[in-house]
């Protein structure tokens, strides 16, 4: 084969390897912070009773701060839904270095495929960590895809609102999170959401509602308990 032959080839491989390159140094510089973190947990027993359940339980937290519940549940072997887009790829990579199981699909691609074999998994007892509000927003509203899970695997929902002080707010869709280096961190359990499964499309839309607003409490109390001064 030429030279010339070749280059088609090797250029696919190379872009191939950049988000997994990507990933592994994202997930350093997370896991590094992580270590430094000093966590208080409020309300923590919930969080336990749920995910020892046989039903499962799904962990939802808002995107924009994830970083501290990846350190909290590493190596658990949790699930986490991860979208088939190139972005996806790096997470892919970040989740499965804190010692998650993927499930690769999102509500574009692949995603009735993946919501049935998450469903399944967590019927069986697995616990999925979620974050209702992703990939792409809108911010603090929970996807009809949360309550789905739940009505189909029979598992509860388990809010979790996460603070850390101090911190740098990204200016992103999501107001992502990133702890400063020994900040003081706070994950706030708040009370486990059962969604009946006979729900019609606007009990499905209250549940979500109820959930969002949960989750947002649990923050709110995170937030003062970590002595937030101002949103940055």
Known sequence: MSK???KPASAPAKRDLRPGILGRLVWLVARTIGMTLRVKRVNWERMENATRSANGAIIVTWH???????NVFRKRGYWALISLS???????TIFRGFGFQTVRG???RGGVRAVLQLAR???EGGVLTFTPDGPRGPS?????GTIFLAQRSGCQIVPLGVSAWPRKLVNSWDSYMVPAPFARAVLVVGEPQTVPPDLDDDGKLAAAE???AAITECEEQAERLAGVRQRS
């Open 4 to 6: 010339t032959e070749s």
């Open 64 to 70: 924009g701060r994830s970083l501290i519940p990846a």
């Open 86 to 92: 190139r972005d996806g790829e790096m997470q892919d």
């Open 106 to 108: 999102s509500t574009g």
């Open 121 to 123: 998994k967590i019927g």
């Open 140 to 144: 603090h509203v929970v996807q009809q």
């Open 210 to 212: 109820r959930v969002a």
